[in-house]
């Protein structure tokens, strides 16, 4: 490349000086401490119209008073430059979206003269990022309609073949394929309600109620609440929560779901080995660095690359549509998520796997009650999250 020539440099200088200001497409006005608007360039007419012997909140806001929380009252105060994105309708009163940045203009002795604020319209990459949520909440709706189809398609099969053999029984005076008719009839029907409970409970949420209190709470809660049905299983169930945590803002309900969605999902993965080693399903908790770990780790059947892929999807269930619904992880992925954390798993075939939970104190929720209550996380087992939870143990148990 050339190397610019004193010619171009000064008559850039003289546009710099004397045009830049009102040929960039930024709103820029100057601000003094009273508020009123010393300058402002072409943009910000054509943006918000006439400005001379007027105050910016008259012009950006059309308020007759300051505004509660002036970002420009702030700069003049520490002297800092701050951006924030800004609603409101400029001289065409359709809704408009901006990029506010404030700047300072400082004497020497660094105390801020002017305030300089630029306003950019964002408007049309707002409209592309709402049309681009839509987009994706049509395609999830899709996707969501197109897995209850399936889920029900199952299910009505069921319930197809069981009217069949109670008529066909019926027809036949034959009460011993009535009677496996009746039961295909009520196993699909109590499938179906299960379904559906556990898809609303999913699709409706609720919000975290979060409170400060022992994190390894839920561990043994979901210790007890699968203590028998392991041994039932011949599954040792080793529960080792991390002596002395201090106490943390959870949702107890919420991270008991969790757990136990976990370990629910370890039992079938060792039910389902084949080979008959001992099984094992471990439960621990524990802090690193500021962040809260809970790992539930077992030695069933593993999964491999493709399938590890896949499971926080919804409705992805390997356990045909007579046992998996396919939300457990998807419900559990959620409420991590709304606890500023991550889930991860790490999976081997024929091995086993591993499914670890992540909250980094300082992302944690703020909580909803006062310290006050610490310790008081005694789980409502029918409450929220858990309903989805009790609802499949109970069917699984009956
Ligand atoms: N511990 C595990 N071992 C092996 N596979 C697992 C494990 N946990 C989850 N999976 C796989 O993830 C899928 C999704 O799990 P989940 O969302 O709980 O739904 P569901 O249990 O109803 O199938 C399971 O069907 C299974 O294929
Ligand atoms: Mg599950």
């Not at 012009?59 to 002036?70: D, G, H, I, L």
């Amino acid at each position: 490349m050339k190397p610019p020539v004193d010619g171009h440099n000064r008559e850039i200088d003289r546009w710099i000086r004397n045009q830049l200001f009102d040929e960039v497409p930024i709103a820029i006005s100057v601000i003094g401490p009273d508020f009123s608007i010393l300058r402002a360039n072409r943009q910000f007419r054509r943006m918000y119209g006439p400005w001379r012997g007027r105050r910016c909140y008259q012009v950006y806001k059309q308020r007759s008073t300051p505004c509660e929380w002036c970002a420009a009252v702030e700069t003049f105060r520490d002297g800092r430059i701050r951006t924030r994105e800004e609603e409101g309708g400029g001289q065409s009163g359709l809704p408009s979206h901006y990029l506010v940045q404030m700047a300072p203009v400082t004497r020497r002795d660094g105390s801020v003269r002017y305030v300089i604020e630029m306003s950019t319209d964002i408007s049309a990459v707002k409209r592309l990022e709402a049309e681009k949520r839509e987009a994706e909440r049509l395609a999830a709706v899709g996707q969501t309609v197109a897995g209850i189809a399936h889920g029900v398609k199952n299910v009505l099969m069921g319930l197809e073949g069981g009217m069949y053999a109670v008529s066909t029984g019926m027809e036949r005076g034959d009460d011993e394929r009535i009677a496996r008719g009746w039961v295909m009839l009520s196993e699909n029907v109590t499938r179906i309600s299960q379904f559906i409970r556990e898809f609303l409970d999913f699709a409706r949420g609720r919000e975290a109620r979060v409170r400060l209190c022992d994190p390894n709470e839920p561990v043994r809660a979901v210790g007890r609440l699968f203590a028998e049905r392991a041994a039932a299983a011949g599954i040792a169930l080793e529960v080792r929560p991390e002596p002395g945590l201090a106490p943390a803002a959870i949702d107890p309900d919420a991270i008991h779901t969790c757990l136990a969605n976990l370990v629910s999902n370890a039992i079938d993965a060792c039910l389902a080995t084949e080979g008959g080693r001992a099984c094992m399903v471990t439960i621990t908790s524990q802090e690193e660095d500021g962040v809260l770990i809970y790992e539930v780790v077992d030695n069933g059947h593993g999964m491999d690359a493709e399938i590890t892929k896949k499971i926080f999807t919804q409705f992805f269930s390997t356990k045909g549509s007579d046992r998996g619904t396919g939300l457990g992880l998807l419900t559990t992925n959620k409420i991590v998520h709304q606890h500023g954390g991550r889930i991860e798993c790490i999976s081997t075939e024929g091995e086993g796997s591993c499914f670890r939970i992540e909250l980094p104190r300082d992302a944690l929720p703020r909580p909803l009650e006062s310290p006050a209550v610490k310790g008081a996380c005694g789980h409502r087992p029918r409450a929220g999250y858990s309903d989805t939870l009790l609802a499949a143990n109970d069917a699984e148990e009956a």
